[in-house]
C-alpha cells in the first residue's frame, strides 16, 4: 500500500472524530450556554471542510481504473455523511450563538440523556494536576472522556493522550452520568447535583416536545454509532436498524413540530422557542446522515479496505466480543449501558440466540454465548475483551484483531 491510501485513512479518521467532536461540544455548548465553545464548533468547520475537499482530491486521483472508481465511489460517499454530520454540529451551535432559545427544562431534561456533557475546573492540588490524560485514563476510570479543555482564555479541543491537566484547566466531558461523581471527585471539586427548573407552569404545554427533544438526542447518536458499527462489520442487520432509528426520529420530529406551534399559539412571545425547532432538525438530520452511510451495506457495495481500517483507528472504537463461559462478565448484569470493570465502553447491541437487542435500558443481564457490539476508548479494548474471556491480539499487516480464549 502506498502513502496516498494511509493518509485518506488518517483522513478518514480524523474527519470522523472531528465531527463527533463537533456534536459533542455543540451540544455542551447549548447545555452550559457557552457562547466561546459554540463558536469553536464553527472553527472546528472549518477544520472539517478543509478535511472533505483533500479527500475528495484524493479520492478522485485514485481512481484509475472502473473499478477504483467504484471503491471511491463508497469513500466519498462516507465523507458525505460525515460532513452532514458537522453541519448538524454547526446547527445546534448556532442555537447558543444566534440566541434562538431554548427553555430550561430542556437544558435539564438534557442531563438525563444516555451520554451528557459535564464541565469541572480542576482545583490545585487535586488527583489529576500534572498528569496526562493518557496516564489517568479517565475513560476507563469514571465513563467520561475529555472533549475539550479551557485554559485560561483559550481552548484545546479534542487534546492529545500526552495533554496534562493543570489547575484551574476547565474541562468538558462526555460520558455516562454515572460517572460525573467520580470525576469530579478527582479533580477536587465539590459534589454536583442537576439545578431545579423552578416554575415551570409556563411550559406545561412543552412538556412532551422537551421529552421527546432528549430521546431524539438519544436516537440520533446511537444511530451514527450503529451506523460505524454496520460499515466496520458489513452487518445488514445493524444497518436495518439504523433505518428503523431514522424512520423514528421523522416521525418524532413531526411530533414536536406539532407541539411547538401548538405551544406558540399560546405564548405572547413565541420567538424563545425557535431552538427547539432548530434541534429538533439538526437531530434528524444526524439519523439521515446515518442512514446515509448504511446505504452502502443495504445497495451491496463493495467497501473499500480503507474504511474499515479508518473507523477501527480513531479515537472512540466499535467491537464486537462474544461472552465466554466462565468469565467475568458471563452471569453479570449491566446498568445503563456500562460494560465491565473500568473499561469505559458502552453498549450499542446485544444479540442472543439469533435475536438483537439494540442499545439495550435499564439493567441487563449477561450469558455466556451472548455477542456484544459495543463502542468505547481504544485504550479500554483489551480489558473488555479480558472480562469477555479472551485476549486480544492485533495482525498489523491486515489490522485485523484475533480472540484468544484465555481459557483452553
Same mark, same amino acid.
Given at each position: 500500500?502506498? $502513502?496516498?491510501?494511509?493518509?485518506?485513512?488518517?483522513?478518514?479518521?480524523?474527519?470522523?472524530?472531528?465531527?463527533?467532536?463537533?456534536? $459533542?461540544?455543540?451540544?455542551?455548548?447549548?447545555?452550559?450556554?457557552?457562547?466561546? &465553545?459554540?463558536?469553536?464548533?464553527? /472553527?472546528?468547520?472549518?477544520?472539517?471542510? #478543509?478535511?472533505?475537499?483533500? &479527500?475528495?482530491?484524493?479520492?478522485?486521483?485514485?481512481?484509475?481504473?472502473?473499478?477504483?472508481?467504484?471503491?471511491?465511489?463508497?469513500?466519498?460517499?462516507?465523507?458525505?455523511?460525515?460532513?452532514?454530520?458537522?453541519?448538524?454540529?454547526?446547527?445546534?451551535?448556532?442555537?447558543?450563538?444566534?440566541?434562538?432559545?431554548?427553555?430550561?427544562?430542556?437544558?435539564?431534561?438534557?442531563?438525563?440523556?444516555?451520554?451528557?456533557?459535564?464541565?469541572?475546573?480542576?482545583?490545585?492540588? *487535586?488527583?489529576?494536576?500534572?498528569?496526562?490524560?493518557?496516564?489517568?485514563?479517565?475513560?476507563?476510570?469514571?465513563?467520561?472522556?475529555?472533549?475539550?479543555?479551557?485554559? *485560561?482564555?483559550?481552548?484545546?479541543? $479534542?487534546?492529545?493522550? !500526552?495533554?496534562?491537566?493543570?489547575?484551574?484547566?476547565?474541562?468538558?466531558?462526555?460520558?455516562?452520568?454515572?460517572?460525573?461523581?467520580?470525576?469530579?471527585?478527582?479533580?477536587?471539586?465539590?459534589?454536583?447535583?442537576?439545578?431545579?427548573?423552578?416554575?415551570?407552569?409556563?411550559?406545561?404545554?412543552?412538556?412532551?416536545?422537551?421529552?421527546? %427533544?432528549?430521546?431524539?438526542?438519544?436516537?440520533?447518536?446511537?444511530?451514527?454509532?450503529?451506523?460505524? *458499527?454496520?460499515?466496520?462489520?458489513?452487518?445488514?442487520?445493524?444497518?436495518?436498524?439504523?433505518?428503523?432509528?431514522?424512520?423514528?426520529?421523522? +416521525?418524532?420530529?413531526?411530533?414536536?413540530?406539532?407541539?411547538?406551534?401548538?405551544?406558540?399559539?399560546?405564548?405572547?412571545?413565541?420567538?424563545?422557542?425557535?431552538?427547539?425547532?432548530?434541534?429538533?432538525?439538526?437531530?434528524?438530520?444526524?439519523?439521515?446522515?446515518?442512514?446515509? &452511510?448504511?446505504?452502502?451495506?443495504?445497495?451491496?457495495?463493495?467497501?473499500?479496505?480503507?474504511?474499515?481500517?479508518?473507523?477501527?483507528?480513531?479515537? !472512540?472504537?466499535?467491537?464486537?466480543?462474544?461472552?465466554?463461559?466462565?468469565?467475568?462478565?458471563?452471569?453479570?448484569?449491566?446498568?445503563?449501558?456500562?460494560?465491565?470493570?473500568?473499561?469505559?465502553?458502552?453498549?450499542?447491541?446485544?444479540?442472543?440466540?439469533?435475536?438483537?437487542?439494540?442499545?439495550?435500558?435499564?439493567?441487563?443481564?449477561?450469558?455466556?454465548? !451472548? #455477542?456484544?457490539?459495543?463502542?468505547?476508548?481504544?485504550?479500554?479494548? /483489551? /480489558?473488555?475483551? +479480558?472480562?469477555?474471556?479472551?485476549?486480544?491480539?492485533?495482525?498489523?499487516?491486515?489490522?485485523?484483531?484475533? %480472540?484468544?480464549?484465555?481459557?483452553?
Amino acid at each position: 500500500m502506498d $502513502d496516498r491510501p494511509r493518509n485518506l485513512k488518517a483522513m478518514l479518521s480524523e474527519a470522523k472524530d472531528t465531527s463527533e467532536l463537533m456534536v $459533542d461540544l455543540g451540544y455542551a455548548a447549548l447545555f452550559f450556554g457557552d457562547a466561546d &465553545m459554540a463558536d469553536e464548533v464553527l /472553527d472546528l468547520e472549518d477544520k472539517l471542510n #478543509e478535511l472533505v475537499h483533500e &479527500m475528495r482530491a484524493v479520492c478522485v486521483l485514485a481512481a484509475r481504473s472502473p473499478r477504483d472508481a467504484d471503491h471511491m465511489s463508497g469513500v466519498l460517499h462516507l465523507v458525505g455523511a460525515i460532513e452532514r454530520m458537522g453541519n448538524a454540529a454547526v446547527d445546534i451551535a448556532k442555537i447558543v450563538t444566534h440566541k434562538l432559545g431554548i427553555p430550561p427544562a430542556l437544558v435539564n431534561d438534557l442531563a438525563a440523556a444516555h451520554e451528557v456533557s459535564h464541565r469541572v475546573r480542576v482545583r490545585e492540588g *487535586s488527583a489529576v494536576v500534572g498528569r496526562s490524560l493518557d496516564e489517568l485514563e479517565l475513560p476507563a476510570e469514571t465513563g467520561m472522556r475529555v472533549v475539550a479543555i479551557r485554559r *485560561s482564555k483559550d481552548w484545546i479541543a $479534542d487534546p492529545d493522550d !500526552d495533554e496534562v491537566l493543570r489547575a484551574n484547566d476547565v474541562l468538558i466531558t462526555r460520558g455516562a452520568a454515572e460517572g460525573i461523581a467520580e470525576l469530579r471527585e478527582l479533580t477536587g471539586a465539590p459534589a454536583w447535583h442537576v439545578a431545579a427548573s423552578g416554575d415551570t407552569t409556563a411550559l406545561t404545554d412543552l412538556d412532551r416536545a422537551v421529552d421527546v %427533544l432528549v430521546e431524539m438526542k438519544n436516537v440520533s447518536e446511537a444511530a451514527v454509532a450503529l451506523a460505524y *458499527s454496520a460499515l466496520l462489520f458489513k452487518d445488514a442487520g445493524l444497518a436495518a436498524e439504523v433505518v428503523s432509528l431514522e424512520d423514528r426520529l421523522d +416521525e418524532m420530529q413531526e411530533h414536536v413540530e406539532v407541539w411547538v406551534l401548538r405551544s406558540a399559539a399560546e405564548t405572547i412571545d413565541p420567538s424563545p422557542l425557535r431552538g427547539l425547532l432548530h434541534l429538533s432538525a439538526a437531530a434528524e438530520e444526524l439519523g439521515n446522515a446515518a442512514q446515509q &452511510m448504511v446505504w452502502l451495506i443495504e445497495a451491496g457495495e463493495e467497501l473499500h479496505p480503507v474504511l474499515a481500517a479508518a473507523l477501527g483507528d480513531s479515537d !472512540d472504537v466499535v467491537v464486537k466480543f462474544p461472552v465466554a463461559a466462565g468469565s467475568a462478565l458471563a452471569g453479570t448484569t449491566v446498568r445503563a449501558g456500562q460494560l465491565g470493570d473500568d473499561t469505559g465502553f458502552h453498549l450499542l447491541a446485544l444479540r442472543r440466540g439469533g435475536r438483537s437487542t439494540m442499545r439495550p435500558r435499564g439493567v441487563v443481564a449477561l450469558e455466556a454465548g !451472548d #455477542e456484544l457490539i459495543a463502542y468505547g476508548p481504544w485504550e479500554g479494548r /483489551d /480489558d473488555l475483551a +479480558e472480562q469477555c474471556g479472551y485476549r486480544l491480539v492485533d495482525d498489523e499487516d491486515t489490522g485485523e484483531i484475533e %480472540l484468544i480464549p484465555l481459557r483452553a
